[in-house]
């Protein structure tokens, strides 16, 4: 490019010599296009010079700031990688932690309470279990192939998840209410996750009720949408989120919580979509919010059809 405008000023140059022999008369035709012909060959080349530096710089600048973005991305990768392991299993293990303390108690009583540590003990057994689940769950995430999807039944899956938090229900005083529609029908999906989905915004609706005080309610409801997707809701009374905050809180790593790593929603989020749904967020009247997603029933599935 510069070769060929190096030419065009030569070109022009040699026009401005050819003009000056013989000197045109002052304030003619010719003298005036002596002036023109000058200012456009000096100034034709600075500006040209000017325009490829600028483009060039733009260029290394647009290329520098790719590079950073992509060593964040990188090390991003890493982390949420480690705080998703992390996030996930922690719940199960503390349970065991609490149960474990719990059946030390009982067996260190003047007559201890065999019936009641054996069950404690049962129970670390069934979160040891779920915690390897989840692990085998996460490592599934990571692989390229398609998972296994089975069909569950939505009702069945709430009650698990009831069964994990009942006692933290019980003991912050929320009020629990469950709906069902009569008749839903079962859903395909992959249970491990979407467990841990169900899971990760009750013990959320818990944890916001807990910040404030008043009435505490939580509600689960189970229905059938419109499209004839099974739409599940988790409603609490919480402290709401902002609108400012209603897309952030699904981006990994944020979070509002001294104790928090900000990366169950985002969690949440990449499950139901990859049950080809959407988990979205409303705020609920007259205080709180709603996390809501639809999942497909088994009998219109396309891995069914
Ligand atoms: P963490 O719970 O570790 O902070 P999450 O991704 O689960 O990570 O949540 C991100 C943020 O979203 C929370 O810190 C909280 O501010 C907000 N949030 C999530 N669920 C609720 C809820 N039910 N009510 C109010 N805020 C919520």
Not at 40 to 52: F, K, M, T
């Amino acid at each position: 490019m510069l070769d060929l405008w190096l030419t065009v000023v030569m070109c022009l140059y040699l026009i401005e010599m050819v003009n000056y022999y013989p000197a045109p008369s002052r304030f003619s035709v010719g003298w005036y296009g002596v002036r023109v012909v000058g200012f456009l060959s000096s100034g034709l080349v600075l500006i040209l010079l000017l325009y490829e530096i600028n483009t060039l710089y733009g260029g290394l600048l647009n290329a520098v700031r790719a590079q950073r973005r992509e060593r964040e991305a990188r090390l991003m990768t890493g982390g949420a990688i480690a705080a998703t392991i992390a996030h996930e299993i922690r719940q199960p293990l503390s349970a065991m932690i609490m149960r474990a303390d719990t059946s030390f108690r009982l067996l260190d009583r003047a007559t201890p309470d065999l019936d009641k540590a054996k069950e404690a003990v049962r129970n670390i057994a069934a979160d040891g279990h779920r915690a390897q689940a989840v692990i085998e769950s996460i490592r599934e995430n990571f692989k390229m192939d398609a998972r296994a999807h089975s069909t569950i039944d939505v009702n069945d899956l709430v009650a698990e998840v009831l069964a994990l938090v009942r006692d933290e229900v019980r003991s912050r005083r929320i009020l629990l209410v469950v709906a069902s529609s009569a008749g839903l029908p079962q859903i395909m999906g992959d249970r491990i996750p979407l467990l841990q989905v169900l899971l990760n915004l009750i013990t959320n609706a818990i944890e916001a009720m807990a910040a404030r005080d008043g009435p505490r309610l939580l509600c689960v409801r189970s229905e059938i949408a419109d499209d004839g997707r099974v739409l599940m809701s988790v409603a609490d009374t919480g402290t709401g989120i902002s609108s400012q905050d209603t897309e952030r809180i699904f981006n990994p790593l944020f979070t509002t919580k001294s104790d928090g790593m900000g990366m169950g929603l985002s969690i949440c989020r990449s499950i139901i979509e990859a049950h080809n749904g959407q988990l979205l967020v409303t705020p609920n009247n007259p205080q709180g919010a709603v996390f809501r997603f639809s999942l497909c029933p088994a009998t219109t599935h396309p891995a069914l059809s």
